[in-house]
């Protein structure tokens, strides 16, 4: 089974939906169930593929049944949850950090080797907790937590999410702001650290509040990747089709409200 690897960088916040509250927010993100991480599922982003080949207008209708199924079929199209990779913190002694981890790293190389794209044995650091492994040559603070030097970032490790990254001047940024945490510090970001934005409907009339609601966003510059896979040739190339032009997917909530923009890159940097 032919597998392909593609990266998303964010453009702007992103709203993957939950469907139910969580405490004082009303519209959480998606999160993985064990790990509280954000994600895209997969139906979700087949979803947003499939809007994306019928606006296009490129692939006629029979073939968009045969490549993403219809309610009686799967189609021929395989596409997992959309995982994330990086996270962006707000620092408070530099512009922001791309913060992740070795869990993080791992579960990428783990389905990189699923694709087929095994390379060269990769040795991913783990720093202590409190401790950070990156650029710099002092404490960083990351919100109002505090975190040591434990090292540089590996090369390898920067080559690997720099292929993940569709534009250039981002990632070229990643040498001095991507840095490694561990496990727990970040899983403690990616479950706090998040953007809260009050939204609000106003009455016409007397211009006063009428339905105040609290929403959870993804901020911009978060990085993350997708497999997908073809159980017939050609599902993959179909699809790669769609984005020579305009490599950019629209993805979850409040598009008319700007959210939800995506730009990809095919691991490799192919088309």
């Keep these: 089974m032919k597998t392909e690897i593609l990266g998303l960088l964010a453009e702007t916040s992103i709203h993957p939906g939950s469907g139910q509250d969580a405490g004082f927010v009303d519209l959480p993100v998606a999160r993985e169930a064990a790990t509280d991480y954000p994600v895209i599922v997969g139906s979700s982003f087949k979803g947003a593929l499939l809007d994306r080949a019928r606006s296009e207008d490129a692939i006629d209708e029979t073939t968009q049944k045969r490549v993403f199924g219809e309610q009686e079929s799967?189609?021929?199209?395989?596409?997992?949850?959309?995982?994330?990779?990086?996270?962006?913190?707000?620092?408070l002694t530099s512009t922001y950090k791309w913060t992740t981890s070795a869990h993080l790293i791992e579960r990428?190389?783990?389905?990189?080797?699923?694709?087929?794209?095994?390379?060269?044995?990769?040795?991913?650091?783990?720093?202590?907790?409190?401790?950070?492994?990156?650029?710099?040559?002092?404490?960083?603070?990351?919100e109002e937590?505090?975190?040591?030097?434990?090292?540089?970032?590996?090369?390898?490790?920067?080559?690997?999410?720099?292929?993940?990254?569709?534009?250039?001047?981002?990632?070229?940024?990643?040498?001095?702001?991507?840095?490694?945490?561990?496990?727990?510090?970040?899983?403690?970001?990616?479950?706090?650290g998040l953007a809260v934005n009050a939204r609000n409907v106003l009455d016409n009339e007397t211009k006063t509040s009428k339905n105040l609601w609290y929403e959870e966003t993804i901020p911009p510059?978060?990085?993350?990747?997708?497999?997908?896979?073809?159980?017939?040739?050609?599902?993959?190339?179909?699809?790669?089709a769609l984005f020579r032009e305009r490599p950019y997917i629209r993805v979850g909530a409040n598009e008319t409200v700007g959210q939800g923009w995506f730009a990809i890159q095919w691991l490799g940097g192919d088309a």
């Design 221 to 240: 510059d978060s990085l993350f990747y997708c497999l997908l896979a073809e159980r017939s040739d050609d599902a993959i190339a179909t699809v790669k």
């Design 74 to 91: 799967a189609g021929a199209l395989v596409v997992s949850d959309v995982r994330l990779v990086a996270l962006p913190v707000r620092s």
């Design 108 to 142: 990428l190389l783990r389905d990189m080797q699923r694709a087929g794209r095994n390379g060269k044995p990769l040795e991913v650091p783990r720093p202590e907790k409190c401790k950070y492994i990156g650029a710099g040559d002092r404490d960083l603070y990351l």
């Design 145 to 192: 937590r505090q975190f040591g030097r434990a090292g540089d970032l590996p090369a390898d490790v920067l080559g690997l999410l720099r292929s993940l990254v569709a534009n250039e001047s981002a990632a070229a940024r990643l040498k001095d702001q991507l840095v490694i945490l561990h496990d727990d510090d970040f899983a403690w970001f990616a479950r706090y």
